[in-house]
């Protein structure tokens, strides 16, 4: 991999331990790893690919720590209802419309849609996973996924025995498609799908795995938790941890657990499982605000998500991150409960080290790989920059980001993929969106 130097940029967002924030400063780059930042000796740059970053932030890639990429083909099926009713109406559309050319379709709009937000990770959960993960990998993401499991069927018709038969096998397909190094996941949709003995199962064959992560849906809504005390007398944390899943053997990531119980949260904490904090989707959704300040000061940690598209709507990082710091100080009623830095720490080091990957991305420090966004700071909303953090969290947004480095690798330069032919993706997009439609119509 060549060398690549960003210079002359005018802020660089460490995102580091001591919120370092470098200014008319450059980073050299080379075979995916930062190898300087300031100053760098024109000898060490010899050869190496030039992007412009006057006028221009420079901060990590944001890490999507929950979503499901694939589901942008359903944007919008699924209005004014409640989780429940969400899931209703979404299944029997991925049932009768999501296949794995589909879905695959469907991870390379979501991949772009992410890369253009200035998201580089997604901790993606999806079935037909391994079509999902090709085509993300395709637009050029850093992608996390593994296999889904049900109890039942499922929309992708597999039953219990083939799910756990595939958990032998889909290691090979994904490292065959190549990408960056990212944690073997798998991924039990939650416990009010999958039963206590299940989970049991699939935790005594991942625990052995070289470098496994488990995510799974969590305390969502208040019908979510009602549902499992009321059939199985525990909350989803308790069936999870008599499942064996936060011994702290390996990294665990809650889709949202937005409701989760005092003794709950000790049970998370003292795991060191993390929750994706998806203020977009939970609020359309009317599934609740997590009470930052409180799970913080449990000691557990929150890193940001999008959830998928079909019920936030989209896979803006950047609104997920706003609406984080705005939610933080109205469940607290407290202005300065969450510090700007903070917020963004969730959304890049703190998703980092949710994946068990803090030593690897997440923040621009020598030695890590090269997840980076350039963001353009010649506009108005942008103009005078006073407090850099708070700029980026309050005030920036998607259509700002213009370059995207993933692994070294320029994969969106003038906000255009480097990757893909976005008109030919668009319009393929088109006609398949408007057959799920019709099949979800159908179903």
Same mark, same amino acid.
């Given at each position: ?75 919008? %099926?699924?209005?004014?209802?409640? %989780? ?20 695959? #379709? ?37 992608? #996390? ?11 992708? &018709? ?123 989707? &939970? ?24 959830? +998928? ?34 917020? %963004? ?56 980001? &213009?370059?995207?480095?993933?692994? +070294? ?35």
């Amino acid at each position: 991999m060549p060398k690549l130097l960003i210079e002359n940029v005018d802020y660089i967002v460490t995102v580091d331990e001591a919120a370092t924030t470098h200014r008319n400063a450059s980073v050299l780059i080379f075979d995916g790893t930062i190898t300087a930042i300031g100053d760098i000796n024109p000898a060490d740059a010899e050869g190496a690919e030039r992007l412009d970053g006057r006028n221009k932030l420079l901060l990590p890639g944001f890490i999507n720590l929950h979503t499901h990429t694939p589901m942008t083909l359903l944007r919008g %099926l699924s209005e004014d209802v409640d %989780l429940q009713g969400f899931l209703k109406r979404v299944w029997a559309a991925e049932g009768a419309a999501m296949d794995p050319d589909t879905t695959y #379709l469907g991870a390379q709009l979501g991949a772009l849609e992410s890369l253009q937000a200035g998201s580089t990770t997604q901790l993606d959960m999806y079935f037909h996973h391994v079509h999902a993960h090709r085509g993300a990998r395709s637009v050029g993401t850093r992608h #996390l996924g593994g296999p889904t499991f049900f109890d039942f069927p499922g929309p992708d &018709n597999r039953t219990w025995d083939q799910r756990m038969a595939y958990l032998d096998t889909w290691q090979q397909e994904i490292a065959e498609i190549g990408g960056p190094a990212v944690p073997t996941v798998v991924a039990p949709h939650g416990t009010y799908t999958v039963s206590e003995q299940h989970l049991t199962d699939i935790i005594s064959v991942i625990r052995h795995w070289d470098n496994p992560l488990l995510t799974i849906h969590m305390s969502e809504n208040v019908a979510e938790n009602q549902d499992v005390l009321g059939r199985f007398g525990k909350t989803p944390t308790e069936i999870l941890q008599s499942a064996g899943g936060l011994d702290g053997a390996f990294p665990v990531v809650y889709g949202h657990g937005v409701h989760l119980s005092e003794s709950d949260r000790a049970i998370v904490a003292k795991a060191g499982a993390a929750v994706a904090h998806c203020p977009g989707s &939970n609020l359309k959704l009317a599934s609740g605000a997590l009470n930052w300040k409180l799970w913080h000061a449990d000691g557990i940690r929150v890193g940001i998500g999008t959830d +998928g598209c079909s019920s936030s709507n989209d896979l803006d990082m950047w609104q997920a991150i706003r609406l984080t710091g705005l939610l933080a100080r109205l469940t607290s009623g407290e202005p300065d409960t969450t510090p700007a830095i903070d917020v %963004l720490r969730s959304a890049t080091i703190e998703g980092a080290r949710a994946l068990g990957m803090g030593d690897t991305i997440g923040s621009i420090e020598v030695g890590k790989r090269a997840d980076v966004q350039l963001i353009n700071l010649d506009a108005a909303h942008l103009t005078p920059v006073h407090d850099v953090h708070a700029l980026l969290v309050y005030a920036a947004g998607r259509g700002d980001v &213009n370059d995207v480095i993933v692994d +070294g690798e320029i994969v969106l330069k003038d906000r255009k993929s480097t990757r893909i032919d976005e008109a030919e993706l668009l319009q393929k997009s088109r006609e398949r969106g408007a057959a799920a439609a019709k099949a979800a119509d159908e179903a």
